[in-house]
């Protein structure tokens, strides 16, 4: 049920006792009606301040930016959008597309954004597994997505960077005024696919309170207020940019320059009056490619933040020689939010991930038997806490899986800790190569690689092998006018590494393969290897 107008009621305030939320008492009092629109919106919908910049400069203010949600949602609950419905949304990045979020936390229904490189083939697996209301998809898609979307059956509806599309339109015409829907804190926000290198990608479900516990811990954590400038480049169908970024902005009360995607040259204008930018390594390593990207270029800001995977401890060091910022990492994952920091104040430590958030527990464990191993020893980070999701979308078996009985999600990176609690990834259990029994960790090898002259990054992977089970092969793109050969490489590295770490065989790339968030697929390289030791089978 919606209104047409919320002139006499308040902002999250529900109209009738029919949608008053069952919640136990000693709850009622932390209770908000919506936590995320009641913490993270309806106090500003009537603020004018500046929220959004676009690239052209023409500027989106809060209460601007509220107004069009409530639009929105009115036009979404017109296709037939309620409480609880899944919205898919599969849409180039932009102000308005951020307001479809908004909108669908007003309405109380489930957030879907998918990855704008998703295949139409690709688009139809996840709209058929969460079976939305509505598809939101750019006009030039809306072909090749109509019967996807009948299936269903969900509403095909369009959003164009540019300002075209059905839904645009609806939106022009609908009224500002909004009645948002009361949600309890585990009611779903938003479902996120994971990015699933291996079998069938899983809808993770994220609660109101997953999504807002993380935004306020991080805005305290990093010291957000209404006076900071986010640069925001990051996508908005991932987490990162989508949740850390906005949401950490929004409850602070600052605000955003929104580019479209990482351009050297719109960041480069862009960074002298931004006060923070939330980035994955590879924005780094392109920016430190640039000599105009200087110390001058970044003296308005305050914090530059990464995640996303891992960051050369090189880039780290790189970056403060020509900026001064000391880059501070962070680690999370789609299922838990954000988990560890390295801290505002104290030592940010490149290579490690920092400590857990306050509000997050964290256990390094053994993979086989759950139980804690010491510090200096790798072993699986479990998370517990307010961040970690509700399960996968309909695979109660996966979600059995990836949970201990305890409580604490498997998170499936590997890790150790130092002396002072610092976590430092070391890579996923599953690019874990065990080589004659051996346990190599990917990341180990890596670096001493990328230390060789003429090597400018690698990967490393395990490709199965009859004698080893699995041998290793690394993958190595040269710098920039080096050819190192792949005998000299072998035998520098049998000089720094143990037997059974050394590759068996390495490979030259102009590029390694990497998604949107810069995460490099390691699967593609292991597929393009898959026979490379079949003849010894
Ligand atoms: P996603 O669900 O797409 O956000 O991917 C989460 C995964 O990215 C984690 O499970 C880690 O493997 C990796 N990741 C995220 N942040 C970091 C980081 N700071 N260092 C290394 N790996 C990271």
Redesign the pocket.
């Known amino acids: 049920m919606r209104r047409e107008s919320q002139s006499s009621a308040k902002p999250g305030v529900p109209a009738d006792s029919a949608r008053k939320p069952k919640v136990p008492k000693k709850k009622e009092a932390a209770y908000l009606s919506n936590p995320l629109y009641d913490r993270l919106l309806a106090p500003y919908a009537e603020d004018n301040r500046l929220l959004i910049e676009r690239p052209d400069g023409s500027r989106l203010s809060y209460a601007e930016t509220i107004g069009l949600s409530g639009r929105l949602a009115n036009a979404l609950a017109a296709l037939g959008a309620a409480a609880g419905d899944r919205i898919a949304v599969q849409v180039e990045k932009s102000p308005e597309a951020l307001a479809v979020y908004f909108a669908a936390v007003r309405l109380g229904a489930v957030f879907l954004p998918l990855n704008t490189a998703y295949t139409p083939a690709e688009v139809g697996y996840f709209v058929a597994d969460a079976q939305p209301k509505v598809l939101l998809c750019d006009s030039a898609k809306a072909g090749d997505l109509r019967a996807i979307a009948a299936k269903v059956p969900a509403q095909l509806a369009t959003m164009d960077r540019d300002g075209g599309g059905s839904l645009t339109a609806a939106a022009a015409t609908a009224p500002t005024a909004f009645e948002t829907m009361a949600r309890r804190p585990d009611d779903l926000a938003a479902i996120?696919y994971?990015?699933g290198t291996t079998g069938r990608s899983k809808g993770?479900m994220l609660t109101q309170e997953n999504l807002l516990s993380n935004a306020l811990t991080l805005t305290a954590l990093w010291r957000f207020t209404a006076a900071d400038v986010l640069l925001h480049v990051l996508p908005i169908f991932?987490?990162?940019g989508l949740f850390v970024a906005t949401n950490v902005v929004l409850a602070a009360g600052g605000a955003m320059i929104f580019l479209p995607k990482f351009e050297l040259e719109g960041v480069l204008a862009a960074l002298p009056r931004a006060t923070a930018m939330m980035g994955v390594?590879t924005f780094y390593t392109r920016l430190l490619a640039s000599e105009a990207f200087t110390g001058e270029t970044t003296a308005r800001m305050r914090l530059f933040t990464?995640?996303?995977?891992?960051?050369p401890a090189e880039t780290h060091v790189a970056f403060e020689a020509r900026t001064g910022h000391r880059i501070l990492?962070?680690?999370?994952?789609?299922?838990?939010n954000m988990s560890?920091s390295n801290p505002y104040c104290g030592a940010r430590k490149a290579g490690t991930?920092g400590l857990p958030l306050p509000d997050v527990d964290l256990r390094i464990v053994d993979l086989a038997s759950g139980a804690s191993v010491a510090q200096g020893e790798v072993g699986v980070?479990e998370v517990k806490g307010p961040n970690v999701f509700k399960g996968y979308w309909r695979m109660p078996e996966k979600t059995r899986e990836g949970f201990r009985p305890d409580g604490y999600f498997i998170?499936?990176?590997l890790a150790r800790r130092d002396e002072d609690g610092y976590v430092a990834?070391v890579?996923?259990a599953r690019d874990l190569i065990i080589s004659g029994g051996f346990n190599v960790y990917p990341k180990e090898v890596e670096e001493v690689l990328d230390a060789l002259p003429g090597v400018l990054e690698s990967a490393v992977v395990g490709i199965p092998h009859p004698d080893f089970g699995e041998g290793v092969v690394a993958f190595v793109v040269p710098e920039k006018g080096a050819a190192p050969a792949e005998e000299a490489l072998i035998a520098a590295l049998a000089q720094k590494l143990a037997r059974f770490k050394q590759p068996k065989r390495i490979f030259f790339l102009e590029a390694l393969p990497r998604?949107a968030?810069g995460?490099v697929q390691k699967n593609q390289l292991r597929k393009a290897k898959a026979d490379l030791f079949r003849s010894q089978l």
């Open positions: 996120l994971t990015s993770a991932h987490t990162h390594p990464s995640g996303s995977a891992p960051l990492e962070r680690y999370g994952m789609t299922e838990t560890t991930v980070i998170s499936g990176d990834i890579g996923r998604n968030m995460k």
